[in-house]
C-alpha cells in the first residue's frame, strides 16, 4: 500500500511488477498519476480494513477527521506530511509510514508494516 507521492508513473509501474499496489495519488504526482489513482480508498488485507489517504489536512483534529472519513476502518494510512507516526484514535489505528527515500523535515526515514493486526514503525539507515 503506498499512501502518495509516486512523483512519476515509471514509479508505480516499478513497484507493480514486485505485486499488487493499492495506492492513492499524493500532491507531488503528475497529472497521469492524478487521473488513475483515487483520492482516497479503503483496502481489505488480512481481515482489515485499512483506509488510505495522502493528505489528511492539518494536524489539528486530525485523527477526528480520519475517523469520520473512514468510519468502518480499523487503520487508516496517511502521508504528505513524511513525519512517522503510529497512534490509537477510539480504537482506530493511525499510521502515517513516514517516506523511505525522501524524509525532508521528518527524524528518519521510516516505513510501517503491519503484524498481526498492529502497525510497527520501521526506521531504516
Given at each position: 500500500?503506498?499512501?502518495?507521492?509516486?512523483?512519476a508513473?515509471?514509479?508505480?509501474?516499478?513497484?507493480?511488477?514486485?505485486?499488487?499496489?493499492a495506492?492513492?495519488?499524493?500532491?507531488?504526482?503528475?497529472?497521469?498519476?492524478?487521473?488513475?489513482?483515487?483520492e482516497?480508498?479503503?483496502?481489505?488485507?488480512?481481515?482489515?480494513?485499512i483506509?488510505v489517504?495522502?493528505?489528511?489536512?492539518?494536524?489539528?483534529?486530525?485523527?477526528?477527521?480520519?475517523?469520520?472519513?473512514?468510519?468502518?476502518?480499523?487503520l487508516?494510512?496517511?502521508?504528505?506530511?513524511?513525519?512517522?507516526?503510529?497512534?490509537?484514535?477510539?480504537?482506530?489505528?493511525?499510521?502515517?509510514?513516514?517516506?523511505?527515500?525522501?524524509?525532508?523535515?521528518?527524524?528518519?526515514?521510516?516505513?510501517?508494516?503491519?503484524?498481526?493486526?498492529?502497525?510497527?514503525?520501521?526506521?531504516?539507515?
Amino acid at each position: 500500500m503506498h499512501t502518495g507521492d509516486f512523483i512519476a508513473a515509471s514509479v508505480l509501474s516499478e513497484l507493480r511488477e514486485l505485486g499488487p499496489v493499492a495506492a492513492v495519488h499524493g500532491n507531488m504526482d503528475e497529472p497521469a498519476l492524478r487521473a488513475e489513482l483515487p483520492e482516497r480508498t479503503v483496502v481489505e488485507a488480512a481481515a482489515l480494513r485499512i483506509g488510505v489517504v495522502h493528505d489528511a489536512g492539518p494536524g489539528e483534529r486530525r485523527h477526528e477527521r480520519l475517523r469520520a472519513w473512514f468510519p468502518d476502518c480499523g487503520l487508516v494510512a496517511y502521508g504528505h506530511t513524511h513525519w512517522p507516526e503510529i497512534a490509537q484514535h477510539e480504537g482506530l489505528w493511525i499510521v502515517n509510514p513516514g517516506s523511505p527515500s525522501e524524509r525532508r523535515r521528518a527524524p528518519v526515514h521510516a516505513m510501517a508494516v503491519v503484524r498481526d493486526g498492529e502497525p510497527v514503525l520501521v526506521e531504516l539507515s
